[in-house]
């Protein structure tokens, strides 16, 4: 498992006080909304402002990019690791 993908899990717990969740519980792949994880709108804008003050990652609400980027553990993976390198 990718300590990332691990780090990443452990905030959406802590940030969206997800109490009955653990990081074992959410899959690397699943869908962080809707029929996978259940986030909604709400959830995905807190958890676009901790990704903000963590990774110092630039989001556009209104890019489609960005909306790819919520599907899953690992697309965040990705959009961490591609905002870090550039």
Do not use: C, W
């Amino acid at each position: 498992m990718n300590n990332l993908a691990d780090e990443l899990k452990q905030m959406i717990i802590d940030v969206l006080a997800l109490e009955d969740i653990t990081v074992q519980d959410i899959e690397t792949e699943a869908p962080l909304f809707g029929n996978g994880l259940g986030l909604d709108s709400i959830d995905a804008l807190e958890l676009g402002l901790a990704l903000k003050k963590r990774y110092n990652i630039h989001l556009s609400a209104e890019s489609t990019e960005t909306k790819q980027y919520f599907k899953s553990i690992q697309s965040l993976v990705t959009l961490v690791e591609t905002q870090q390198t550039a």
